[in-house]
């Protein structure tokens, strides 16, 4: 491994497990083995749609989104910009969402080299809806689209709470001398 690829890895290690203790448990990240890491499991607590093999479709409270992401040796070199499709992947089954394909899920437009901090909260905030589009000419999936504006009801059950924390509010005084 390359000097600048080894410390990219280090960095995202240190980067990822900060964002997991700042997401109140809604994020869990395990780097994988040898270190510094190159391949990482991610947990995200967050509500999600799963379609059962009799293609009903129904909302998962109880259970993580399990997600893997695995950094190849030319991640901070290629200019590929389908890269990120094999950097990530759902591992969950049968997850039921417009930017879901199977294990793919598209992320949207990101430069080369995206740090991981990057890649977890985009992928936070597309599966857990935040950032989602329900044009069907515009995603991996388009039955999800479909499904989601025939049950409007749904979206905003389905939106995870911010990724970290809560916003707090800012009270200020003046006073005059």
Known sequence: MNRVFGRFLQGAMADAMDLADQSGGRLQVFPQPPFPSSRYAVALHLPFLRQLASGTVEMVTTEPVLVGLN????????????????????????????????????????????????????????????????????????D???????????????????????????????TAR
Do not use: I, W
């Open 71 to 142: 950094f190849p040796k030319e991640y901070l070199m290629s200019a590929d910009p389908h890269l990120l499709l094999s950097v990530v992947s759902v591992l969950t089954p049968r997850v039921f969402h417009p930017n879901v394909r199977g294990s793919f899920v598209c992320l949207g437009p990101f430069k080369p080299g995206a740090s991981l901090r990057v890649l977890l909260v985009a992928l936070y905030d597309v599966l857990g809806y935040r950032n989602v589009g329900l044009d069907e000419r515009d995603v991996l999936e388009p």
């Open 144 to 174: 999800p689209c479909r499904f989601l504006r025939g049950n409007p009801d749904l979206l905003p059950r389905l939106m995870a709470p911010p990724l970290r924390g809560q916003c707090r509010q800012l009270s200020v005084t003046v």
